[in-house]
């Protein structure tokens, strides 16, 4: 069976930093997807991890750990626009798969 | 350019009707993928095609028929849909950098599909 799971919501404030975790249990693992979407549009891609260890993009980096099971998204210098849904998805061995996580709401305030 | 288009933005259709989505990425990735999105519930997979040809269906109704006419289109055929069928149905495109695995999916802004 495959089970991922993320916080459902989040506050944190405007120019602070916020680690967003997922942990997943999946046979078949290949790598690890994080999506930013905000209400009524798509979802936008942010990383993908393979490797175990942290890659940074920007104000963005996302962390896996393979043995773990586990990754965090982590976002500084927060801005009101980074408000919305944080996916993190499961992309599974031997094919195209992809399993999402029901998405962690985050809310900035000023 | 990391663009994925889908036509039309939006549809309205009685149960009855038969209509095709669209959706077209010009950046060579050979993997492109239907989902349907529900409110506030993540994407959920429909169908993958490979190279064209059909690579993954999660035994969807066949009142949904998706088509790959070549490596940059993808349509999706909806035929005697019913209201529950109503989502944001969401067009993505993929390419796998074999050296790394490093993967890159990006997302077409969607059809927003009402059925009455």
Same mark, same amino acid.
């Given at each position: 069976?495959? %089970?991922?799971?993320?916080?459902? !919501?989040?506050?944190?404030? !405007?120019?602070?930093?916020?680690?967003? %975790?997922?942990?997943?249990?999946?046979?078949?693992? %290949?790598?690890?997807?994080?999506?930013?979407?905000? @209400?009524? !549009?798509?979802?936008?891609?942010?990383?993908?991890?393979? #490797?175990?260890?942290?890659? !940074?993009?920007?104000?963005?980096?996302?962390? #896996?750990?393979?043995?773990?099971?586990?990754?965090?998204?982590?976002?500084?210098?927060?801005?009101? +626009?980074?408000? @919305?849904?944080?996916?993190? @998805?499961?992309?599974?061995?031997?094919?195209? +798969?992809?399993?999402?996580?029901?998405?962690?709401?985050?809310?900035? +305030? @000023? | 350019?990391?663009?994925?288009?889908?036509?039309?933005?939006?549809?309205?259709?009685?149960?009855?009707?038969?209509? &095709?989505?669209? *959706?077209?990425?010009? /950046?060579?990735?050979?993997?492109?993928?239907?989902?349907?999105?529900?409110?506030?519930?993540?994407?959920?997979? /429909?169908?993958?095609? &490979?190279?064209?040809?059909?690579?993954?269906?999660? =035994?969807?109704? &066949?009142?949904?028929?998706?088509? *790959?006419?070549?490596? =940059?289109?993808?349509?999706?055929?909806?035929?005697?849909?019913?209201?529950?069928? =109503?989502?944001?149905?969401? *067009?993505? &495109? =993929?390419?796998v950098r074999r050296e790394d695995r490093q993967e890159t999916q990006y997302f077409g802004p969607g059809t927003r599909l009402l059925v009455?």
């Amino acid at each position: 069976g495959q %089970n991922i799971d993320q916080p459902t !919501e989040m506050t944190a404030t !405007e120019g602070a930093i916020v680690q967003i %975790n997922c942990t997943y249990q999946t046979s078949g693992f %290949n790598g690890l997807f994080w999506y930013q979407q905000h @209400a009524g !549009e798509a979802p936008t891609f942010l990383s993908y991890n393979v #490797l175990d260890g942290l890659e !940074e993009k920007g104000r963005f980096s996302s962390f #896996l750990s393979r043995s773990k099971g586990y990754s965090y998204l982590l976002l500084k210098e927060l801005q009101m +626009k980074d408000s @919305a849904s944080y996916l993190c @998805a499961v992309r599974r061995t031997g094919g195209f +798969k992809t399993i999402f996580g029901a998405g962690t709401r985050l809310f900035v +305030k @000023a | 350019d990391t663009e994925v288009t889908q036509t039309p933005k939006h549809l309205v259709m009685g149960m009855t009707n038969k209509k &095709s989505l669209k *959706c077209e990425q010009h /950046m060579g990735h050979r993997a492109m993928y239907w989902y349907k999105q529900k409110a506030k519930k993540p994407p959920e997979l /429909m169908f993958v095609y &490979s190279y064209e040809k059909l690579s993954i269906n999660e =035994s969807v109704p &066949s009142r949904f028929s998706p088509e *790959c006419p070549n490596s =940059s289109l993808l349509n999706l055929h909806l035929h005697a849909l019913q209201p529950e069928d =109503s989502a944001l149905y969401l *067009c993505a &495109s =993929s390419q796998v950098r074999r050296e790394d695995r490093q993967e890159t999916q990006y997302f077409g802004p969607g059809t927003r599909l009402l059925v009455l």
